[in-house]
């Protein structure tokens, strides 16, 4: 939601809190042509994109969703994310042992 004036920020900003792509991903994220995992939306309106990502989305900032390939939001937290219960929600989720899908 920041403006895309502010990418540099943000990048740092996602890196400090872990949120940039891990090592792991580089490599599958490159393939595809892009360079992190993350997007900046440039469209016009924050609506829109609230509405975008998630039509149930409540309102307030910040809002995280978690979005299974194909689109299926699979949990939602509104307001700071306690990250302990986060991991576990995440590991409800995906199972202990959730491996990625092969690669196409």
Do not use: C
């Not at 998630?54 to 700071?80: C, M, N, Q």
């Amino acid at each position: 939601m920041d403006d895309p004036k502010q990418q540099g920020k943000v990048e740092r900003f996602l890196e400090k809190e872990h949120a940039a792509t891990p090592v792991k991903t580089e490599q599958s994220v490159l393939k595809e042509g892009r360079r992190t995992n993350n997007y900046l939306y440039s469209g016009t309106g924050a609506d829109a994109l609230a509405q975008a990502l998630d039509p149930k989305w409540p309102g307030p900032l910040p809002y995280t969703v978690v979005i299974a390939p194909g689109g299926e939001v699979l949990a939602r937290f509104s307001g700071e994310v306690d990250v302990t219960a986060f991991q576990d929600r995440l590991i409800d989720i995906l199972g202990g042992f959730h491996k990625p899908p092969p690669a196409l």
